[in-house]
């Protein structure tokens, strides 16, 4: 008999409202006996209908709720959630490389497909998602026609779900480098080894608004990866652009990227990035455009007063490199640094270091990755161009 989950008095009004989470805590009770991973129906406390969703009892997440009717998650129904979510992408004019799939802002919980050229880089993410792999499988292939499929299931929150990490090949013949075209500039990703599922895609649109602010300026990119905002500053016709990371593969990629487009004017730094500014400080050395986009300090509610510091720290160490009337750009990737956080770190960062800083524009992550209004945790990236005097 399926599960049936029954929410304790007054827990449903954020599931109503559209948030898809049903968190152990605000369970009454649980009828009804089947698999781990299975399919349950989630009630209010008085019985009425909410959704249905994949259940985990290893998961503080019970249920992701996906379906809102009386549908059936089968093979069809995957392909049909698939093709709408691609058509939303091609109607924005996505096409060479995107995020297709969104998992909870897709209404596909736990799913991400990220295509790059004719490859699809996917990850399963929750119990309920790794026990229909096969047929979703199936169903991309029917969708897209791709070339292959590359598994990047190697994160640590399927370890929460009781899963193991994974990545390999699961569909196709193919390499595992492949050429992608951003915004007019040919990328070599990593599907093996690159971050994330090979590249970081939620940037795309704001590596090209980087362009105006570094147009005939030096800039300075910091953690770097594998250069999105160094290629598009050389493209903007920045007077010199410098990539900085500690890591060197990564900046092989840069390098690697720079050539393929045939960019000059890059010149590769490896080092603590923390490191690296402070002693451009004491050098006297400044830049015109500086961008920050580390990666995640603040990977759970419990890091975020020391997340906040070290953003604040780097954030310090950025304004003083900046010359006066120069740009900073500053982003943040965790969803638990939120929008009013990060922009109060900003202002002690600006105080402390002693310069008058101006906002001049407020940014997210790319339109493939929408967030919902009802799910605060899918706004997560946050992109300030500040000025500072």
């Known amino acids: 008999m399926p599960y049936s989950v029954y929410l304790k008095k007054n827990e449903e009004k954020r599931i109503v409202a559209g948030h898809p989470w049903v968190y152990a805590n605000e369970v009454a009770r649980i009828e009804g006996k089947d698999k781990n991973g299975s399919l349950a129906t989630v009630y209010d406390y008085s019985g009425r209908y909410i959704g249905k969703g994949y259940i985990n009892h290893l998961s503080k997440i019970l249920v992701r709720i996906f379906i809102r009717d009386d549908s059936f998650p089968d093979y069809e129904y995957y392909c049909d959630a698939?093709?709408?979510?691609?058509?939303?992408?091609?109607?924005?004019?996505?096409?060479?490389?995107?995020?297709?799939?969104?998992?909870?802002?897709?209404?596909?919980?736990?799913?991400?497909?990220?295509?790059?050229?004719?490859?699809?880089?996917?990850?399963?993410?929750?119990?309920?998602?790794?026990?229909?792999?096969?047929?979703?499988?199936?169903?991309?292939?029917?969708?897209?026609?791709?070339?292959?499929?590359?598994?990047?299931?190697?994160?640590?929150?399927?370890?929460?779900?009781?899963?193991?990490?994974?990545?390999?090949?699961?569909?196709?013949?193919f390499d595992t480098k492949v050429e992608i075209v951003e915004n007019g500039l040919k990328m070599s990703v990593d599907l093996e080894n690159g971050q994330k599922t090979g590249y970081f895609l939620d940037q795309k649109e704001n590596r090209f608004a980087l362009r105006r602010y570094a147009k005939d300026r030096t800039t300075l990119d910091c953690f770097c990866n594998s250069g999105g905002f160094s290629l598009n500053a050389a493209a903007a016709g920045a007077k010199s652009v410098t990539a900085l990371d500690i890591s060197a593969q990564a900046l092989a990629d840069v390098r690697k990227n720079a050539e393929l487009n045939s960019f000059n004017n890059?010149?590769?730094?490896?080092?603590?990035?923390?490191?690296?500014?402070?002693?451009?400080?004491?050098?006297?050395?400044?830049?015109?455009?500086?961008?920050?986009?580390?990666?995640?300090?603040?990977?759970?509610?419990?890091?975020v007063k020391n997340a906040y510091k070290g953003y604040k720290d780097i954030n310090i160490l950025a304004m003083k490199l900046v010359e006066s009337g120069g740009y900073l750009i500053s982003s943040s990737c965790s969803h638990y640094m939120t929008f009013p956080l990060f922009q109060n770190m900003l202002r002690d960062a600006a105080r402390e270091s002693g310069k008058k800083v101006s906002i001049i524009e407020i940014r997210a992550q790319s339109p493939d990755h929408p967030s919902m209004l009802s799910a605060e945790e899918s706004l997560y990236l946050k992109f300030f161009v500040l000025q500072v005097m």
Do not use: H
């Open 82 to 173: 698939i093709r709408k979510a691609n058509l939303r992408r091609l109607a924005l004019g996505m096409g060479n490389a995107y995020r297709a799939v969104f998992a909870e802002s897709d209404n596909l919980p736990a799913l991400i497909v990220d295509k790059y050229a004719d490859i699809l880089c996917v990850q399963f993410l929750s119990l309920g998602i790794e026990n229909n792999k096969d047929i979703i499988i199936k169903a991309l292939i029917e969708v897209f026609s791709p070339k292959g499929i590359y598994e990047r299931s190697d994160v640590a929150v399927r370890e929460k779900e009781g899963l193991p990490q994974r990545k390999g090949k699961i569909w196709g013949d």
């Open 266 to 303: 890059i010149t590769t730094v490896q080092g603590d990035v923390f490191e690296v500014l402070r002693q451009f400080k004491k050098e006297g050395r400044t830049f015109e455009t500086i961008v920050l986009d580390p990666p995640a300090f603040c990977k759970s509610a419990n890091d």
